[in-house]
């Protein structure tokens, strides 16, 4: 496991994203963020995958992550379905993530950009 991103939602829920998938390791996981000791708790394994992921953001309702592949994928905080893939191979390196205001925004390390999605919409790009 290479965790590479890490968000708390609501002091109490913990997402991280895996970067090295190769040994079985989920590309999301989710664990119990108020706990008393190191790894005293079990880590639920939210998505697999074969690509691994840098960054996540927790919103009310979503839980967004990107790969290596370049895409950005969003997955029902309450719904057990599988995560949507929002934007398909469009970002070069999106490295960091976060979310605020009803706004995600992804860092593309390799085009020195951020980009801005509202997530009630489709993708949505530019300078910030």
Known sequence: DTPT????F??????FVNNNVENGAPVLA???A????KNSKDIKRKVEGKSG???VAVS???VFFTTQEGSLWAMDREDKSEAIEKASKFFAEPRGVCYGQNDLYVADYSRGQIYDFNDNDDEESGDV
């Not at 991103?5 to 708390?8: A, E, F, K, P, S």
């Not at 108020?34 to 000791?37: P, Q, T």
């Open 30 to 32: 989710k664990a119990e």
């Open 53 to 55: 992921a840098w960054g």
């Open 5 to 8: 991103g890490i968000n708390v």
């Open 34 to 37: 108020n706990v008393k000791g």
């Open 10 to 15: 609501d002091s109490s829920d913990l997402y």
């Open 60 to 62: 009310d309702d979503y």
